[in-house]
């Protein structure tokens, strides 16, 4: 019996939905020599927790940032691990109220390790809260209301806070300065999302040729998530056809069939590039109507396809508008027209994908308004 990707979830959108989670728990690494890529985040982190293990104390409090799909629930449970620790696990959404907080820090036993997914969206009493809990382990149990309400301090035993972000830029100053470490998750290479991959396969007990472990690697957006998705898939396509071991034709042969082409593309990034360059001329065209056009709300746009699209260079996000670049035209197998050509300043193709995002430069001395 195979397994089947939800129809309302794009296949190589970077969030999880509940069948990622449950293989994702089965095929996660158990401590860092196993975890693939991140380098340097990996040595660091390494050196943070046996300095605290020589010392005999929890480690410091740790900040992973990146994007989604990157192994930040998977370094907060090697931490755990590592440190031969207990793990509690919970979100910032789960945590609007200062109580909240206070009850699983009350909870906590000394040494544990507390896992708080999307910090950024904590509420702004329950991050106060934090603030003395993770400086001082202590927190200010609030008794009584009105002018009888009293402060009760609360000891806690010394924990270890792992943080999670994918938008570190909305975390306070305060509450960013009391991690005693900080890691950036950076996106994998093909090489690291091929380890990844032939890791996965082993442990899904698959016969898999190398040449498909690239295919696969190459349409993974540099994200391991994805990569073990898609292998998931190309293995669902392999029971099917009968096939035993799977070659990059038969990879290939699959992902096609999925819709995801050689560069990670799906049918939505597709959808939004020959909107832009067929109907709008490349662009500058604004959000909303560009989602118009391609029949989906503008939130799906901008948080699904616009960050691949920009990291890929095929899109930029100006003053005036999204337009369409040079590698956009090519990937859809299409010629720029001179004209069109001519009026893209030339540094839109000199700067990193990133730099477009919201940038108030030269480009809006060429941007037309939005059609």
Do not use: C
């Not at 609007?96 to 999307?118: K, N, P, R, W, Y």
């Amino acid at each position: 019996m195979t397994d089947h990707h939800p129809e309302d979830v794009p296949l190589v959108a970077p969030a999880a939905d509940p069948e990622d989670r449950a293989v994702e728990a089965a095929l996660r690494p158990k401590n860092l020599d196993d975890f693939v890529g991140q380098k340097r985040v990996r040595r660091q982190l390494s050196l943070v927790l046996e300095a605290s293990r020589l010392r005999g104390r929890s480690a410091d409090h740790v900040l992973l940032s990146g994007p989604p799909g990157l192994g930040k629930t998977t370094l907060a449970m090697i931490i755990a691990a590592e440190m031969n620790a207990p793990l509690r696990i919970t979100s910032g959404p789960a945590i609007q109220h200062a109580g909240d907080l206070a009850a699983i820090l009350s909870s906590l036993t000394e040494g544990e390790v507390l896992f708080l997914d999307e910090i950024h969206r904590m509420s702004r009493p329950a991050e106060e809260m934090l603030y003395m809990a993770m400086e001082d382990f202590r927190v200010d149990i609030i008794v009584g209301k009105g002018p009888g309400a009293t402060a009760i301090p609360l000891e806690l035993p010394p924990f270890t806070l792992v943080g999670a972000t994918t938008r570190a830029g909305l975390l306070p100053g305060p509450l960013r300065d009391r991690f005693g470490f900080t890691g950036h998750l950076e996106f994998y290479s093909t090489e690291e999302l091929e380890l990844v991959l032939r890791r996965s396969a082993m442990l899904m007990d698959m016969k898999v040729s190398s040449a498909s472990f690239a295919e696969i690697a190459g349409r993974s957006r540099g994200t391991p998530r994805i990569a073990n998705r898609l292998l998931r898939r190309v293995r669902d396509w392999a029971l099917v056809h009968g096939v035993d071991l799977i070659d990059a034709r038969s990879a290939s042969a699959a992902l096609d069939m999925y819709e995801v082409d050689a560069r990670g593309l799906d049918r939505l990034d597709r959808s939004v590039l020959t909107a832009l360059i067929t109907k709008f001329n490349g662009g500058p065209v604004g959000l909303s109507t560009l989602a118009i056009a391609v029949g989906e709300e503008p939130e799906t746009v901008e948080t699904v396809a616009e960050p691949y699209l920009v990291r890929e260079g095929m899109l930029g996000r100006t003053p005036r508008g999204r337009i369409a670049t040079a590698a956009a035209w090519k990937h859809l197998g299409l010629v720029m027209p001179a004209t069109v050509a001519a009026a893209m300043p030339e540094d839109l193709f000199s700067v990193a994908p990133e730099d477009l995002m919201g940038s108030e430069s030269a480009i809006d001395s060429w941007a037309r308004p939005d059609p």
